[in-house]
């Protein structure tokens, strides 16, 4: 407990940091807090600077064209001339390396990429994987391609400001290659017999749409993000570099919207084609509402307020993640999800309990990601130096850090408490109720899951709420020593008292740790307590007698204990037969009734040794015949009393009759009063 | 007639002259690492043999008889499906002509025009590093597309050879190395030049006196060039519209091909099995990129053989040379003529160059592999 506490501790320094982040990136900053009598002045303030941001905007698209001739001017200027010349040539030796090397790896590689490329997937997992595999391939070479490229660039010595502009334009060929492995990765552009490939849920008719957006996006915003940035100070030209960025943001946005309205109104067609009886409810179009977001954004940016609009974009897109999260995830586990509920279907006629196990862990594990990795970027897009984040003098930002650490810790005892439950339940479900209607039949080798699965959930649930209990105090800034401290005392106390409990429940452990019985087994302990073991709780063990009482008894109080019903039995009885019976003979009848015994339909199958008998021992006119068989565990009355009735039955047909309680006495004579001995006899 | 493989024996050959010849170009470039001296120094010993009578007909010969296979070849085809490489080595090649006519031009007609007119590397690095830099980007681009128009030639002709696994690893570094080690020679040798225009007066008057002689023949160059360039545009035209012309003829009447694994895939007469699978993204084997050289492409005829254009010397020769069983057929040389063709790939997609080399090797070797492999 302890040792998870200090675990927990370590994280907790991590989440702060993180939460640290979101305090920065929310709107909350103290004046906005103190100054509540102006917000008609705030309001004004923003319109402001709104109108002036959209004017700079404008007066960049203005003056850019008279810019362009001057940079083009002094461009043409600078390379036509001994310094053109060496940064070519320096180019194209760059290229040549960079190019080269790719080609050199891909000598080796392409053989393994188009082993994997022939590879049909055979479930949609099996074609992530697969994409893995070409990702890291391709990965590698272009990661080879952009190392080469940079560090060769070092070697030289460019004429001024050249060298800025090649790494840029390496980074961004990198960023376009970035998107189109990722295109190719995920959406898989192609001809339908590619479509098992395919990592999204898009029709064929959408995959070229959609590779041709996310293409066009990062093309524009590789221009937008790097080109503007070189202009702006080597050729010092401020309004070219502000047009172009409004030409990128503007095409990103056409993009994006024109797709989007495609996208949807393609779906919307294919879902009316393939299903036109299973209708729904009218919804609010979910494109128009996303739409409004990419213009929202694409507006706030146009009238200035840049890093406002990077943080609705990073919002919007991790919302619009959340929202088709459950779809993404879940397409994966499609086939399996389909016949699980087939199955529980065809079982009980109702839902199914849960979807399967991995599915909801990778879910909330994915949507934690998400938030994180968009709190990530907004700390980035805010240059939030993060580590002064959760020191904040304003007690309600700290205290919202504090409840997003909670909210998380939450999350990670959800996703817990799903596994284990998840785990549990499928398990339980797939071994079935054990021996419905028969408590004697021989108890399944899973009867002992069943015991203790039930036991692992509660206890698992306790803990975990116990945990996440602590920890989200601990989070919050509330001393938890103390109550940690006080749970050690009173435990020490409860333990002197109740060692009797803590023997019980530790013995029980060990029993069923070492499998002594199982739910549905017939135990004896001791000389009384005998009986069916009916239920396993967390102190006793509850065993039905034969004749009907239900014994209750501790753990601690079982010993020795006697299971009659593990594997096998031999039963045994004595066949007291006649002096003069022929002993071979009925060894030979005995042998036949076993053999007869196997196929009769009752008790045949209950058979593992067939009865078989011998002459045991003989007595004063008796001889005694042991007979005896083997059957599975309490079954061995029955096989017994079948056994006694066909005997019964064969003897009478042979004439033998069992031997009689009475003693005869043969008295010795002498020879010549024998005759008449037996006459009168 | 064996035609196909003349035409292939007489590209190969002319471009391994070609390329000779500027291997041993750029050697003297890369020799501008040491000083602008010893480049000049070893011109002549680098060049002195294609100033042979000889040598000067091997080069224009091998030149001439390079870049008509090369239209020719365009001509020819029947789809634009081609791998990535060949599609590169194909722009380039187009691209080389007019890129090097003016440096070819001044360097053979200029001492003939006017006769006093001696090119050396000073006058000539001065013209592309000072005076007219323009056409030192025309240079640099022609020295980077011929190198890799002949480099991809040459590395798609060598590995298919069993010798490739020896020498593979001395040519390789080459391949890169030349054009590498010419580029930094043509930096350094400039920056001597620039040096001196700056610091060396009489070099300086030297070298303008020599340049100002061209200036007035130049009229006369720029027209034998234009004229030169009239006539490779109009004949790059008309290979591009034969192209064109029989691409859409053919578009009338589309044939349908089926493979194994139950895929089938649509293209236009005249194009072949290769063709419509690459068309189609279907994958298939082609380690030499549909030069017919390595045989992995080759397909089974289930049904429609008389519906593919009949055998071709390059096809005959490789088939028997991998051993194909009676049925086999090239997918990069059989043409589909008309619809009904059914195929079995032999040879798994993913193979490599090991593969042509000795397929039935290969084929028992993975047999194992490739049938658990793309299962996995």
């Not at chain 1, 905007?57 to 008279?66: E, F, K, Y």
């Not at chain 1, 109702?350 to 991995?358: F, G, N, Q, R, Y």
């Not at chain 1, 879910?363 to 994180?372: E, G, M, N, P």
């Not at chain 2, 490489?85 to 003016?102: I, K, M, N, S, Y």
Request: glycine share 8%; proline share 5%; net charge positive.
């Amino acid at each position: 407990m302890k040792r998870v506490l200090c675990e927990l501790g370590e994280l907790r320094g991590l989440w702060r940091a993180a939460l640290a982040l979101v305090a920065l990136c929310a709107p909350f900053p103290a004046h906005a807090l103190s100054a509540e009598s102006g917000m008609q002045g705030m309001a004004m303030t923003a319109l402001e600077s709104a109108k002036s941001g959209l004017a700079e905007r404008i007066q960049d698209l203005r003056m850019a064209s008279s810019e362009v001739g001057r940079i083009s001017e002094a461009l043409a200027a600078a390379v036509l001339g001994g310094e053109g010349v060496r940064a070519l040539t320096y180019l194209l030796i760059l290229i040549l390396v960079g190019c080269g090397a790719e080609w050199l790896y891909w000598t080796y590689a392409s053989a393994p990429l188009r082993v994997i490329k022939a590879t049909r997937a055979v479930s949609r997992r099996h074609a992530a994987r697969l994409a893995l595999r070409r990702m890291v391939l391709l990965g590698a070479g272009l990661l080879l391609f952009a190392v080469a490229t940079i560090a060769t660039s070092a070697a030289f010595t460019w004429p001024a400001g050249v060298h800025a502009a090649v790494v840029a334009a390496t980074f961004a060929v990198v960023v376009v290659r970035l998107a189109w492995m990722a295109v190719d990765l995920i959406i898989v552009p192609g001809p339908a017999h590619r479509a098992p490939q395919r990592l999204v849920p898009l029709l064929q008719g959408q995959v070229h749409w959609a590779a041709a957006c996310v293409l066009g996006v990062a093309l524009a915003l590789a221009i937008g993000g790097f080109v503007p940035a070189l202009i702006e100070p080597i050729a010092g030209a401020r309004h070219v570099a502000g047009a172009l960025r409004v030409l990128a943001a503007s095409l990103t946005a056409a993009l994006l919207v024109s797709t989007l309205l495609l996208l949807s109104r393609r779906s919307n067609r294919g879902e009316k084609g393939d299903s036109g009886a299973r209708r729904r409810l009218p919804q609010f179009p979910r494109a128009i509402v996303v739409v409004l977001l990419v213009v929202a954004v694409y507006g706030l940016w146009l009238l200035g307020a840049e890093t406002a609009a990077a943080i609705a974009a990073i919002v919007s897109i991790v919302i619009a993640l959340q929202l088709v999260s459950r779809v993404l995830v879940f397409y994966f586990w499609e086939a399996e999800i389909a016949a699980d509920a087939e199955a529980a279907e065809a079982r009980t006629g109702a839902e199914v309990i849960d979807p399967s196990l991995a599915p909801s862990i990778v879910l909330s594990v994915a949507r934690f990601i998400i938030v994180l990795l968009g709190l990530g970027a907004c700390a980035l897009v805010l240059n939030a130096p993060m580590s002064d984040m959760a020191k904040s003098p304003h007690v309600l930002v700290r205290l919202g850090f504090e409840l997003l650490g909670v909210a998380a810790l939450a999350l990670f005892a959800h996703v817990a408490w799903i596994v284990i439950r998840t785990t549990i339940d499928h398990r339980l479900e797939r071994i079935g109720p054990i021996n419905a209607g028969d408590p004697h039949g021989e108890p399944s080798p899973n009867a002992r899951l069943l015991t203790l699965l039930p036991l692992l959930r509660t206890t698992a649930a306790v803990s975990i709420l116990v945990m996440m209990v602590l920890s989200s105090l601990w989070a919050l800034g509330i001393e938890i020593t103390p109550l940690l401290a006080g749970a050690g005392v009173i435990g020490l106390a409860l333990g002197f008292g109740a060692q009797a409990l803590v023997r019980d429940i530790i013995a029980g452990i060990f029993y069923l740790a070492e499998d002594v019985f199982r739910v549905g087994e017939y135990i004896e302990s001791g000389t009384t307590t005998k009986g069916t073991v009916e239920r396993i709780t967390l102190r006793t063990v509850a065993l039905r007698h034969h004749n009907g009482p239900l014994h209750f008894v501790p753990y601690g109080a079982l010993g020795t204990v006697r299971n009659n019903s593990r594997d096998w039995v031999i039963d045994k009885f004595n066949l007291p037969l006649p002096i003069d019976a022929d002993s071979e003979k009925i060894r030979k009848m005995i042998k036949k009734i076993g053999i007869a015994m196997l196929d009769d339909p009752e008790v045949g199958h209950m058979l593992r040794e067939p009865l078989k008998g011998k002459l045991y021992r003989i007595d004063p006119g008796v001889k005694i015949f042991r007979c005896k068989f083997e059957t599975a565990p309490g079954n061995q009355f029955d096989v017994r009393a079948q056994a006694f009735k066909r005997i019964e039955a064969e003897l009478k047909a042979m004439g033998v009759k069992f031997a009689d309680g009475v003693q005869t006495v043969v008295v010795e004579r002498p020879p010549l009063l024998m005759d008449a001995g037996t006459a009168q006899a | 007639m064996p035609i196909k493989s003349l035409l292939r024996t007489l590209r190969l050959v002319s471009g391994l002259i070609l390329m000779l010849f500027v291997v041993g170009h750029l050697a003297n470039l890369a020799i501008g690492l040491k000083s602008l001296e010893a480049m000049q120094a070893w011109l002549a010993h680098l060049m002195a043999p294609w100033q042979t009578p000889v040598g000067k007909f091997l080069l224009v010969g091998s030149m001439l008889l390079h870049v008509a296979l090369g239209l020719y070849s365009i001509a020819a085809r029947h789809s634009l499906a081609m791998s990535r490489t060949d599609v590169v080595q194909l722009v380039l090649g187009l691209c080389t002509p007019p890129l090097l006519l003016a440096h070819v031009i001044v360097m053979s007609m200029g001492s003939k025009l006017a006769t006093a007119f001696e090119p050396s590397y000073g006058q000539i690095l001065s013209v592309y590093w000072s005076f007219a830099p323009m056409l030192a980007f025309q240079q640099l681009f022609a020295v980077i597309f011929v190198w890799v128009h002949g480099a991809i030639g040459l590395y798609s002709w060598l590995v298919l050879k069993p010798v490739w696994r020896r020498i593979g690893g001395a040519v390789v570094p080459l391949l890169f190395g030349v054009p590498i080690l010419a580029l930094l020679g043509f930096a350094e040798a400039g920056k001597e030049v620039l040096d001196k225009l700056a610091n060396d007066a009489a070099w300086r008057t030297d070298i303008t006196a020599m340049v100002e002689l061209l200036n007035p023949v130049r009229a006369e160059l720029d027209a034998i060039q234009a004229r030169i360039l009239t006539v490779y545009g109009g004949l790059l035209l008309l290979a591009v519209a034969i192209f064109a012309g029989r691409r859409l003829y053919n578009r009338l009447t589309p044939v349908r091909v089926a493979y194994d694994e139950g895929l089938s895939a649509t293209g236009v007469r005249g194009q072949s099995i290769l063709d419509v699978s690459r068309l189609n993204g279907i994958p298939h084997a082609d380690v030499c990129s549909a030069r017919g050289r390595c045989g992995t492409c080759r397909v089974h005829v289930v049904a429609g053989m008389d519906h593919l254009s009949p055998l071709n010397d390059i096809e005959r020769a490789t088939l028997a040379r991998v051993g194909a069983d009676a049925g086999d057929r090239l997918a990069c040389q059989a043409r589909v003529l008309a619809s009904g063709v059914s195929v079995v790939r032999v040879l798994p997609a993913f193979v490599e160059t090991s593969a042509a080399h000795d397929s039935g090797a290969w084929m028992a070797d993975s047999a194992g592999d490739a049938a658990s492999g793309p299962a996995a």
